[in-house]
């Protein structure tokens, strides 16, 4: 007789919940007759997005202690349950924008599936309790994006963006697998919680396997020197998928390194904290000079985002609770206003037809004044203004990194922050004090229900970034009780 696992399937639920509207979708694709088939396939990404989220938050809830499941092939507990609530809202956020984006859209079925499946092998990613989990949550997300980037088959930066993420992304999971190859010859096993316990001090062959999974997640989460795929990435991608990787990417891949570094290395802090800081300064002098000299708009945010990955691993190299709740407190604000800012781009550009630039976004406040307070909110909350979200992520994170003893990485990360400026209120700038061109005002308009669309996730993205500053003790309170189910 078979001994078989106990399956915890609320554990399994916001990855279940995804599966099934990709199912869904897909079938939409090839069942429903053509005039419905974008609002069927929209729906089933929608509610698989929203069952998502419900579930993480009831996972929550129901993980006061945080324990192993399933064979001990993922993690029960509020810190995974946390990232799934940040992945299912980012999701839910971009499937309102990638509904709004064009008036049509070719191969919606598949559009919304692929997004779909991307969130539901990002919350496996973040749940993985060993190693062999923790690939292969990797590679359904990253083959879920590859093929996602490259969709728009009839635009060759689409294409060429595909090709490109794909044979970086293979590159990084091939070196990620080799380190976690290496972990296991030197440890003998692949449980994340057991490998401290069996890891030899000093064995050249765990550090070795160490160094490659720092580095394989470093390209996951475009950290600089590893970051070369993201502009040319994020400009060739649909919009909307452009903002999803920024928002949720990002966040998996560095949540996950945190608890992959925190649970397995706590003997080689010393090691990985020091490598965390050197990538944080590398990211945020190369996303922050190379933001500076950009004129499309995709482009600048792709830096933007290298920049902000250096932030976060300020969090990451303060190796404390305090600098686990600033990482999981930061994704929030910043995930709603990565989503929001290119939800703005995709509107620009569905209206002139041509990629949003700081040239052609000349006006856009005077002839859209509530999209144009909503870009300059995002604007300056990826910043650190006050009255928004990132002001209170960034005190945060600099406040972690202070209390560990990093105090010359706050230096660099306010140099940085004084740098930002010159390209977010370049953007602020472009929108109000420069007038508008004279083709401008045949911009072109779009059906009602998209624009309803596109505005709802505009509206619900400022919600978030706003709110997370004048409600921010709820976040940090989850934050706190996510962040204490991690061992320091």
């Known amino acids: 007789m078979i001994n078989t696992p106990a399956i915890d399937w609320l554990a399994l639920a916001p990855s279940l919940a995804l599966i099934a509207a990709m199912i869904g979708a897909l079938m939409a694709a090839v069942l ?35 324990h192993a499941v399933i064979a001990n092939a993922l993690f029960r507990d509020r810190y995974g349950a946390l990232a799934a609530m940040v992945v299912s ?16 859209l070719d191969r919606v079925g598949e559009r919304f599936a692929l997004l779909a499946s991307a969130g539901g092998g990002m919350i496996l990613f973040a749940q993985a309790a060993n190693l062999l989990t923790l690939f292969l949550g990797l590679e359904w997300l990253s083959i879920s994006l590859y093929v ?38 030197a440890t003998g096993t692949l449980n994340l919680a057991q490998i401290a316990g069996k890891a030899p001090s000093g064995d050249l062959l765990l550090l070795t396997g160490l160094a490659m999974i720092i580095v394989g997640f470093a390209f996951k989460a475009s950290v600089a020197p590893f970051h070369t795929w993201t502009p040319d990435v994020y400009q060739g991608a649909a919009t909307p998928v452009s903002g999803f990787m920024a928002g949720a990417t990002k966040a998996v891949a560095l949540v996950v390194a945190l608890r992959v570094l925190t649970v397995s290395f706590p003997n080689q802090e010393h090691l990985w904290t020091s490598a965390a800081a050197v990538l944080a300064v590398a990211s945020l002098v190369v996303g922050n000079l190379g933001a500076l000299v950009q004129r499309d708009l995709k482009r600048m945010l792709a830096y933007s985002s290298i920049s902000h990955a250096g932030f976060l691993l300020l969090a990451v190299t303060a190796a404390s609770s305090l600098g686990t709740r600033a990482l999981l407190f930061y994704l929030i604000p910043y995930g709603a206003a990565s989503v929001g800012a290119f939800a703005l781009i995709a509107l620009h550009e569905r209206e002139l037809g041509e990629p ?11 002839r859209r004044p509530l999209s144009g307070i909503a870009l300059w909110i995002f604007m300056l909350s990826f910043a650190g203004f006050p009255l928004t979200g990132g002001f209170v992520g960034k005190v945060y994170v600099f406040a972690a990194a202070y209390q560990a003893g990093w105090t010359w990485l706050l230096v660099v990360g306010a140099l940085a922050t004084l740098v930002s400026l010159g390209y977010y209120l370049a953007v602020v700038r472009a929108i109000y004090m420069r007038p508008a061109a004279e083709e401008e005002a045949a911009a072109k308009e779009g059906p009602p ?8 996730a505009v509206c ?25 189910q991690l061992l320091f």
């Not at 229900?449 to 709802?456: K, P, T, V």
């Open 449 to 456: 229900l998209l624009d309803r669309m596109l505005s709802s």
């Open 32 to 66: 429903v007759p053509e005039r419905w088939r974008r609002n069927v396939s929209w729906f089933f990404c929608l509610a698989g997005y929203a069952g998502a989220f419900a579930f993480a938050a009831v996972l929550f809830e129901r993980s006061p202690h945080a």
């Open 148 to 185: 996602l980037v490259a969709l728009e088959r009839e635009r060759p930066e689409a294409i060429e963006a595909g090709f490109k993420y794909l044979i970086v992304g293979g590159f990084s999971s091939a070196i990620l697998v080799f380190g976690s190859a290496f972990v296991y010859g």
């Open 356 to 366: 949003a630039t700081l040239d052609n976004l000349a006006g856009f406040g005077w």
């Open 89 to 104: 809202g980012v999701g839910l956020l971009t499937a309102l924008v990638y509904y709004g984006e064009h008036s049509k």
């Open 460 to 484: 619900l993205a400022v919600v978030v970034t706003v709110g997370s500053f004048f409600a921010a003790q709820p976040l940090i309170d989850l934050a706190r009780h996510a962040a204490s």
